[in-house]
């Protein structure tokens, strides 16, 4: 599958995959300076980049996990999705869960992108629900005892 993306300045980088199996693309910080966070703050980052999805089709972006784990910046969000109509900028608002300062270089990889398929669903009310083993058991109801 081939998604089609727009550079929109010219710091701009393609989406690349770490490695051949990789599921996610790297997304790459476009501004012009160092970004420095402070503990607790998020900042929206500039990719640089636009995509036409194809329909059917969604963005995911999540964490890199060498910046979560290094830095311990994290989309704000948690999980990003940029939708198939979507044709502006893709951003990423990262959070910084460490207690220190840290800072993003302009070309630093910043995330990851997953192109994923998804069901588009008519939510239809009801007065029943069919029954189940769970039944309405949440929150670690599952868990081993």
């Known amino acids: 599958m081939k998604v089609r993306?727009?550079?929109?300045?010219e710091r701009a980088a393609v989406p690349s995959y770490g490695s051949p199996y990789s599921a996610g693309a790297d997304l790459?910080?476009?501004e012009e300076k160092t970004i420095t966070l402070a503990?607790?703050?998020s900042y929206l980052f500039h990719t640089g980049i636009a995509m036409e999805i194809p329909?059917?089709?969604v963005g995911l972006i999540y964490a890199?996990?060498?910046l979560a784990s290094k830095k311990g910046l994290a989309p704000a969000?948690?999980?990003g999705v940029v939708d198939a109509d979507y044709r502006g900028e893709v951003m990423v608002c990262?959070?910084?869960h460490s207690k220190n300062k840290q800072s993003v270089e302009p070309g630093e990889r910043i995330a990851?992108?997953?192109i994923a398929p998804f069901l588009s669903v008519e939510y239809e009310e009801s007065d029943e629900l069919s029954d189940t083993v769970r039944g309405e058991g949440g929150f670690g109801s599952t868990g081993t005892k």
């Open 5 to 9: 993306f727009k550079r929109l300045n």
């Open 28 to 30: 790459y910080n476009a």
């Open 39 to 41: 503990s607790g703050e």
């Open 55 to 57: 329909a059917g089709y």
């Open 64 to 66: 890199r996990s060498g």
């Open 77 to 79: 969000n948690k999980v």
């Open 94 to 96: 990262l959070y910084n």
């Open 112 to 114: 990851q992108m997953v």
